[in-house]
Every structure is written in structure tokens, then in C-alpha cells.
């Protein structure tokens, strides 16, 4: 498995500010990817986190809104910027694990609410 | 695109088994995961399907059929602490980013 840290693990912020997230693995891996939880739903991605290169965004998501750094295989950081109320949302960073299987470990989460 | 059945909620008794259904309809397959997330925490996997058939840990057993687009997640012996949600994610052929199903919420009552 994998142990994974996020740092904040909430915030408020008010509306136009913009939070960075921080995602933390105590081994180094190859993908890391970046989810959003809003209230009340199942998760949704939002990009994966490319360690050397540019993150790759899924449909709807951009990198003005949420730009992501990758500066290592064991770190990445996730910006929600110009924040709006709609931003208020659990972010989770996930992991891949290969062993003789695969799998995949999420983060805590950083729960964000946006005033 | 990605289509990812599952029912909304789910009750039960301590002590008694609960099939979670999942069915699937991808543009490409690679495996389909299971997790638990307990209100207010992030995601615990659970198991991770490729081949066809039953694969089992303890309480919690996960069967796939590739090609009728099925899954369940059969947990057994219920207890308390099984009250959560649990999600159903696919990955699309050579990739590994997943699309979760709205979730199950099941409530185990003693």
C-alpha cells in the first residue's frame, strides 16, 4: 500500500482567493491523479498529475482554473484559483500501487469550502 | 464515454450478507475497483477486478463478468462499522484513471 498525506486538510476561503493543495506519498510512484468530491456525490477527475511534464485534464477541467505541479514522484500540488462557491468541494489526490497487482490509494482529502 | 449503474441505498441486518450490483457500459475496458468511504472520509479500496470471476478477502468478495458488464460486491457477515457508502470505478482500456458509479449506501441495522 501506500501512505499519503494532504496538507490543508480543510480550509475556507473566500470568494476570488485562490488555495494550493499539497499531496504527499511516503513511496515514490509513477501516477498520481487528482479528484474532486462536491456534496453529496461520487467522485470525478480532474487531471493526472505528470511527473516532468504538463498535467493531463479531463473534459471540463482546465489548467488557468486548477493547475497542478509535479516536481517529483513522491509530491504534487493542486491550485484551485479564483475560487467560487461552486469550487466548495472534497479534493483528493489518489496513487497508483504496483505490486503483483494493481491498485489504487486515495489521499485523506482537503475539505474546501469557498464563501 | 462512461456509464456506471449502481442502486442508491441498500439496508440490511448485522449479521446477514448484502450484494451491491454494479453495471458498466465503457468505451473500453481495462478493471473494475471497489472501494468504501465512510461519511466525512476519503476512499478505502477494497479490490481491484480484471479477469472473470470471484475474488474474495475475508468479509468482502468481488465478481466481474467482462462480457455482460457486471460487478457485485458481496459482503458478508455484516457488521456496524459496514454502514458506508461503497463505489464502483472502471478504468478504460490502457489507462488507469477512474470513473466512479453515484455509489451505494448501505445501512446496516442490528
Known amino acids: 500500500s501506500a501512505v499519503i498525506s494532504q496538507k490543508p486538510s480543510r480550509d475556507i476561503c473566500q470568494r476570488g482567493t485562490s488555495l494550493t493543495i499539497q499531496c504527499q506519498v511516503d513511496?515514490?510512484?509513477?501516477?498520481m491523479f487528482w479528484y474532486r468530491q462536491q456534496p453529496g456525490q461520487s467522485l470525478t477527475l480532474i487531471a493526472t498529475?505528470?511527473?516532468?511534464?504538463?498535467?493531463?485534464?479531463e473534459s471540463g477541467f482546465v489548467i488557468d482554473k486548477f493547475p497542478i505541479s509535479r516536481p517529483n514522484l513522491t509530491f504534487s500540488t493542486l491550485t484551485v484559483s479564483n475560487m467560487s462557491p461552486e469550487d466548495s468541494s472534497i479534493y483528493l489526490c489518489?496513487?497508483?500501487?504496483?505490486?503483483?497487482?494493481?491498485?489504487?490509494?486515495f489521499g485523506p482529502g482537503t475539505r474546501l469550502t469557498v464563501t | 464515454g462512461q456509464n456506471i449503474d449502481q442502486p442508491t441505498e441498500m439496508t440490511a441486518t448485522e449479521g446477514a450478507i448484502v450484494q451491491i450490483n454494479c453495471t458498466y457500459q465503457t468505451s473500453g475496458f481495462n478493471g473494475l475497483f471497489w472501494y468504501q468511504q465512510h461519511a466525512g472520509e476519503a476512499p478505502t479500496f477494497l479490490s481491484y477486478?480484471?479477469?472473470?470471476g470471484l475474488e474474495e478477502k475475508g468479509r468482502f468478495s468481488s465478481f466481474l463478468s467482462r462480457s455482460k458488464g457486471y460487478s457485485y460486491l458481496l459482503l458478508k457477515e455484516l457488521q456496524m462499522k459496514d454502514s458506508a457508502s461503497y463505489l464502483c470505478?472502471?478504468?478504460?482500456?490502457?489507462?488507469?484513471?477512474?470513473?466512479f458509479g453515484a455509489g451505494t449506501t448501505v445501512t446496516v441495522r442490528a
Open positions: 498529475a505528470n511527473q516532468g511534464s504538463e498535467a493531463t485534464y
Open positions: 513511496s515514490q510512484v509513477t501516477m
Open positions: 489518489s496513487v497508483e500501487v504496483r505490486t503483483d497487482s494493481y491498485e489504487q490509494y
Open positions: 477486478n480484471v479477469l472473470d
Open positions: 470505478a472502471v478504468t478504460p482500456a490502457n489507462d488507469y484513471k477512474l470513473s
